[in-house]
């Protein structure tokens, strides 16, 4: 895929002098993050990685992406509110994979208690690759769907502007008129706002749950802002504050400090290590309460990569969206081939086929947040250790995709520059809002690209690997 400034890139001085724009300019539009030594204060701060100029992304595949999202919207929506489907389907997983199975055993608890909360809130983002298959031509392929803490639509609204700059500066006025605006931050808010809304208390706040270590503070308060600019009352506290300090009145309304709390909005709480003790006290806490999770505990469940291999099987998006055909046909037009490993002979037939061929594929376990997939041989390896195990049932198998690469600079902070071979990644924020069985809002909300050198197999901004980038549509 040709972009109209392939020439440039050889162009070593003004490569120089496009990245020391750029650099400026990324400060100046506020795509900042935290450093590392200091990762809990802002009075030292760096700008987010990113690309020096903008990758080109298929005009049909980028539209295809965003038409499908308010399918993917209903159909998370339709799994978190199936009892049925989600225990058959981690039935497997939850023997063998503790963290899955603690968050069940939530959710049940919560169901047989009976749900409080009435308004559910939804912010998950869909990732894709652009797979150049036998024939080469490149077609949209479904990486994962993340259903909880999906970041950096605060940060990706600012990375316009700084390509914009950067083509200017380089003589492609034209070019830069052509980017895209996009601020998914503003679309992640309307729809906590309108959660907050249906709430239906003036007073109460809006709660972030937030990380002890807080680097991507900044892409937060974007959309902390937005709320503000609503005359939206946003608090920041973390499971341990709500341990210490959180209550249910006889209705489960939720408070913290004595303030009633209308939406809990999660950015922390999808990873093992988010959680000790009391923390999981703390999030049993927060799912038996009235207020707005986003996202509620099933709706977790669902984002789950068990679930998405289940969803593959012929049959299953007819059972959960009955009635919508062309939906069906938008969303498995974009899922790669996905195997299960569970025990069996089905299961052992996929192992020894991923055993022969390990480049083909990628084992995936019930993770989010980057950095955890396996590849290649350290994939054959693994599987040979755990074929004859109920562990393998912790993970899935997915065909890999492969991408068509191309040539850009990926701007980190003290780090050298120099021309890297990169892969991109697209994510289309999704937002939806229901009240009881009625959904009252449903909508794509912007986008994000990442690009990430082509030796690192797995990994995205906040795993350290790869960088914030805007697509030029060709």
């Known amino acids: 895929m040709a ?12 490569i120089q002098e496009a990245a020391s724009v750029a650099v400026d300019a990324a400060l ?7 450093t590392e030594g200091q990762p809990n204060a802002s009075d030292v701060v760096n700008y987010a990685p990113f690309t020096l100029l903008p990758s080109a992304v298929p005009s049909a595949l980028f539209e295809q992406a965003y038409a499908v999202q308010q399918d993917f919207n209903l159909l998370v929506d339709a799994v978190s509110q199936n009892k049925e489907f989600l225990e058959h389907t981690l039935a497997s997983t939850i023997k063998v994979d503790d963290f899955t199975a603690r968050l069940f055993r939530i959710h049940m608890q919560v169901l047989e208690e009976g749900l409080a909360q009435s308004v559910f809130l939804g912010i998950n983002r869909s990732d894709y690759m652009f797979d150049c298959g036998v024939d080469g031509k490149p077609a949209l392929k479904q990486i994962e769907i993340n259903t909880i803490a999906a970041s950096f639509g605060g940060l990706t609204s600012r990375s316009v502007a700084v390509h914009g700059r950067v083509l200017k500066a380089l003589g492609k006025s034209e070019e830069a008129s052509r980017l895209l605006p996009n601020n998914p931050s503003k679309g992640l ?3 906590i706002a309108k959660a907050w809304e249906l709430y239906g208390s003036q007073s109460a706040v809006v709660m972030f749950l937030v990380e002890e270590v807080q680097r991507n503070i900044f892409d937060q308060r974007c959309i902390e802002n937005e709320l503000w600019n609503r005359n939206i009352r946003v608090i920041r506290k973390r499971f341990r504050d709500v341990f210490e300090k959180g209550s249910l009145d006889d209705a489960r309304r939720l408070y913290m400090d004595g303030q009633e709390v209308a939406v809990v909005y999660y950015r922390e709480g999808y990873v093992p290590k988010s959680y000790d003790q009391q923390n999981w006290e703390a999030r049993l806490l927060l799912e038996r309460s009235r207020a707005v999770k986003c996202p509620d505990i099933a709706t977790q469940l669902a984002g789950t990569k068990k679930v998405q291999q289940e969803l593959s099987r012929p049959g299953t998006l007819e059972r959960l969206l009955p009635g919508r055909a062309e939906a069906v046909a938008r969303i498995r037009a974009t899922f790669a081939g996905l195997y299960s490993l569970d025990m069996g002979e089905e299961g052992d037939k996929i192992a020894a086929m991923a055993i022969a061929d390990p480049d083909r594929f990628v084992l995936k376990p019930q993770r989010e947040g980057g950095g955890n997939n396996l ?3 350290e994939l054959r390896q693994v599987l040979e250790k755990i074929r004859d195990s109920p562990e393998r049932t912790s993970y899935i198998l997915m065909d890999k995709i492969k991408p068509q690469p191309s040539m850009n600079y990926l701007l980190r902070a003290h780090s050298p520059l120099q021309v890297s071979k990169c892969i991109s990644e697209l994510g289309i924020f999704g937002v939806y809002v229901r009240q009881g069985k009625e959904m009252v809002m449903n909508k794509a909300a912007g986008h994000l690209l990442r690009t990430k050198a082509i030796e690192h197999a797995d990994g995205g901004v906040a795993a350290g ?4 980038d805007t697509p030029y549509l060709v």
């Open 28 to 34: 100046l539009e506020g795509m900042l993050m935290r």
């Open 3 to 14: 972009v109209p400034w392939e020439g440039v890139l050889r162009n070593k001085p003004a």
């Open 189 to 191: 808010a309307l729809g």
């Open 375 to 377: 590849y290649g041989e």
């Open 465 to 468: 690997v790869a960088v914030l």
